[in-house]
């Protein structure tokens, strides 16, 4: 039984191998599972499972191979989504027509879309019943119901919903959605690095047994330094604007770069759309650095993390004017390039989608800064990028 089952797993790239069957024997040996499935697939569960980001990979091979339930879930989604997306456009209401929509409350709401979602069995474009897009049904996205119920991504229709059914809270199941903070304080804990420094107050356990051993038994206490944290960062992040809607984001990363206890130095600045010769010590803008006195007190082993979408009109990156009065002009793509040779280890998170990369400024800005996606994934390879060797 448990062979075929760590097959299963494997196909749906968990890591189990020879050590996880024999901790799963042991634990059924023992009676840990009470001689039920449940109490199997909590025992397994935890065995088995070594990332939360495997939880829903083990629950899918779990029901397909005990349970016999046969699905793709990523395959039904993306489907979903995609549909979704492609909205039919809705058609102009005359007067009389929206005046006969019936408004209902939020618990008739909630009771009709569950319905719905169990008769319902194709897609559906148009009409005032079923689920889909460009009509009047209460249920969907593109059309038009004063109190309906948008489903898929945010966007199109008449912006008249009273409840979202695609705001989903995230447990963390995933590594390809929004962080949370403490998986963003997981992320960055990896750019941690200690150097010996100060006083040698610190007992060398290995070097004392060495030394003890070289002097023919006799104690020889060996002392050093204390590790203490080695790793300076700078965080860059664009405020305002475009980037309003992933204000949580960034207020999420700048709390858990705050809480961090393992970095020797953590320095925070701002700046809107791109770095015009300068960036700022407070959201708001002020008290400002320019950009050479910057470098001048920073050395290129500071770490860089640059947050913004990177999007704004071509002329306020290419665009060239002087940043103060008897410099030459410059555009922001310069002070970009001018940042990025200084510091070696430096990286730009982007909270926009991967899918909308290109075709504009921010296919500008990935030319000179590697650029990843502030997800999960995204910030383990960011993070993997800043500590690679130069």
Not at 12 to 24: D, M, S, W, Y
Not at 72 to 77: E, N, S
Not at 217 to 228: A, C, I, S, T
Request: include cysteine; proline fraction near 5%.
């Amino acid at each position: 039984m448990i062979v075929p089952f760590l097959y299963a797993l494997r196909r749906r790239k968990l890591p189990v191998g020879t050590q996880e069957a024999v901790n799963l024997a042991k634990a059924l040996s023992l009676g840990l599972h009470e001689s039920s499935l449940e109490g199997f697939y909590e025992v397994a569960r935890a065995l088995l499972v070594h990332s939360e980001q495997h939880l829903d990979d083990f629950d899918i091979a779990f029901a397909e191979h005990f349970r016999g339930v046969t699905f793709d879930a990523v395959k039904i989604t993306e489907e979903i989504r995609g549909w979704l997306e492609e909205v039919q456009k809705l058609r102009e209401l005359t007067d009389e027509e929206k005046a006969s929509i019936e408004a209902l409350d939020l618990d008739e709401l909630q009771r009709l879309f569950e319905q719905r979602l169990k008769e319902q069995t194709s897609r559906h474009d148009g009409g005032n019943r079923w689920i889909g897009t460009g009509g009047t049904s209460p249920f969907g996205r593109g059309g038009y119901h004063p109190t309906g119920m948008s489903v898929g991504p945010a966007g199109g229709g008449s912006r008249g919903a009273v409840k979202s059914a695609d705001a989903r809270r995230y447990k963390g199941y995933r590594t390809d959605v929004v962080l949370d903070l403490r998986q963003i304080e997981v992320a960055l804990r990896r750019l941690r690095a200690f150097n010996r420094e100060g006083y040698a107050d610190e007992l060398d356990i290995e070097g004392t047994i060495d030394a003890t051993a070289k002097n023919a038994g006799e104690l020889d206490v060996v002392v050093r330094p204390p590790r203490r944290p080695d790793t300076r960062v700078l965080l860059i992040m664009d405020v305002g604007g475009s980037m309003d809607p992933y204000a949580d984001a960034v207020s999420q990363v700048f709390s858990a770069a705050k809480r961090a206890t393992h970095w020797k130095e953590l320095r925070t600045f701002y700046f809107h759309n791109c770095v015009y010769g300068r960036v700022y010590r407070t959201d708001h803008f002020g008290d400002p650095i320019g950009v050479h006195e910057l470098l001048r007190v920073t050395s290129p082993k500071y770490k860089v993390i640059f947050l913004g979408d990177a999007l704004m009109a071509p002329y306020e990156l290419l665009a060239t004017s002087a940043d103060e009065p008897g410099n030459p002009p410059t555009s922001g793509l310069h002070w970009l390039s001018v940042l990025r040779e200084h510091f070696p280890h430096s990286i730009w998170l982007n909270p926009e989608a991967p899918r909308g990369w290109s075709g504009n400024t921010i296919e500008a800005v990935r030319s000179v800064f590697p650029m990843f996606h502030l997800t999960v994934d995204g910030l383990t390879e960011a993070v993997q990028e800043l500590t690679r060797r130069r």
